[in-house]
């Protein structure tokens, strides 16, 4: 018998009444969305009110929103799978029912077998949508940043992903693959760890793939032509 899914972990956490406004990251979070970016990752420690932000945010974007809140028991492969699907199934309920199925069974199905089907359903998904991982930085498995570089690399259009982290995520995963979309980065401090690029400072060609960089907030920082750099102006405050 298949565990249940704790769905208090797939509600978009509600605004707090007193919730400081921060239109220039709003500004660059709706860019990313209107210039068809699959990826958008908004890193900063605690406190820094990622969770508040990309909350208020996806309920002014105009589009569905599956949300996941992650916890470190989602480090298992098969449960974080588990509670992905329940999460599109918020926008989509049809999406991942096989997959669902297949996840409980003693001897799964190769990886990225499991991934290609559940992006096949994703890509029959009639509307264009958002999904948000929260808290990206309790995870600690390589499988799950392999299968999240997987998920980013070939994500359909209409489905844009959004991560927040205290931790920026490094290349560790996805030095081997490009991925076509440029995503949007909104940070506070230096890269670490996780599946995505790590360059936040000059461009190198891992970096170039996936587009736009920004390093953290300091009054020295300067692009290659002298420009300051857009974190300068976008930060997490």
């Given at each position: 018998m298949p565990a249940p899914i704790l769905a208090t972990k797939l509600y978009i956490p509600p605004s707090r009444r007193r919730v400081v406004l921060r239109?220039?990251?709003?500004?660059?979070?709706?860019?990313?969305?209107?210039?068809?970016?699959?990826?958008?990752?908004?890193?900063?420690?605690?406190?820094?009110?990622?969770?508040?932000?990309v909350g208020k945010w996806v309920a002014g974007c105009g589009r569905p929103t599956a949300w996941l809140s992650l916890d470190d028991g989602d480090s298992d492969l098969?449960?974080?799978?588990?509670?992905?699907?329940?999460a599109l199934q918020t926008v989509a309920p049809g999406v991942g029912e096989a997959i669902s199925t297949v996840l409980q069974s003693p001897e799964p199905p190769p990886l990225e077998s499991t991934l290609t089907a559940l992006l096949n359903d994703i890509a029959t998904i009639p509307r264009d949508a958002v999904l948000v991982l929260d808290d990206y930085h309790v995870l600690d498995a390589k499988p799950i940043d392999d299968a999240v570089a997987f998920l980013v690399e070939n994500l359909p259009?209409?489905?844009?992903?959004?991560?927040?982290?205290?931790?920026?995520?490094?290349?560790?995963?996805?030095?081997?693959?490009t991925t076509p979309g440029r995503p949007v980065r909104v940070s506070s401090r230096k890269p670490s760890r996780g599946p995505f690029p790590t360059s936040l400072a000059q461009p190198d060609p891992v970096a170039s793939r996936f587009g736009t960089r920004l390093r953290p907030p300091t009054a020295g920082n300067k692009?290659?032509?002298?420009?300051?750099?857009?974190?300068?102006?976008?930060?997490?405050?």
């Open positions: 239109p220039r990251l709003v500004e660059r979070l709706d860019a990313g969305l209107a210039a068809g970016n699959k990826l958008t990752l908004v890193s900063a420690p605690a406190g820094f009110g990622k969770t508040t932000l098969s449960r974080f799978l588990t509670y992905l699907i329940a259009p209409q489905m844009h992903l959004v991560i927040t982290t205290r931790e920026d995520p490094g290349r560790r995963a996805v030095e081997r693959r692009t290659a032509n002298g420009a300051t750099t857009a974190a300068a102006r976008a930060h997490m405050r």
